[in-house]
């Protein structure tokens, strides 16, 4: 189903073997999300820069929630469309906040990705609200992160704590309860 949906944009990949706790359910590399925007149903392409490294379960509420939410977001704060993620720490095997010891994060399953920055509209008036500095995008990268709430299990940025300052980590971790960890 992804692939009738993203076309080019997402590819299997195979990961090196690596321990149990770094394994990855069904790997895909996305590259881009086609959306549909307007009233017409058109079909925009948003870049993911760099391509991610995801579980294809990770890579489906990746690709709805920018579909339902950051896309409407932007269009609703800046009146364009949104064209380009900067992401990272797709698949990454290794440990929660990079510490030495302790729990593997949901990188190392593919099942998170961080978002640094959002890139809106084209040439002239193009936009970027990046994270690590969001002057003048205060109410915009506001409401992405409460969207980000609503649609992943965790959502952690700028002022949760010292490892997330500059991004917003959202990963589709399954917790208590079904509750979500959002700060």
Known sequence: MLKERYGPDIRAVT??????????????????????????????????QPPATLACEMAGAVGAWIETSVQPLARGHYGQDLTLLRVGGGHECRRRNRRAEGKLSEHATGRALDLFAVVIGLGATRVSAELARPAGHEPFLTALRQSACGAFMTALGPGSDAAHADHLHIDIQQRRASSRFCQ
């Not at 321990?19 to 870049?47: D, M």
């Open 15 to 48: 990961l090196p073997s690596a321990n149990a706790g770094c394994a990855v359910v069904e790997p895909v590399e996305l590259s881009a999300v086609t959306i549909r925007v307007g009233a017409q149903g058109e079909r925009r392409k948003v870049e993911l």
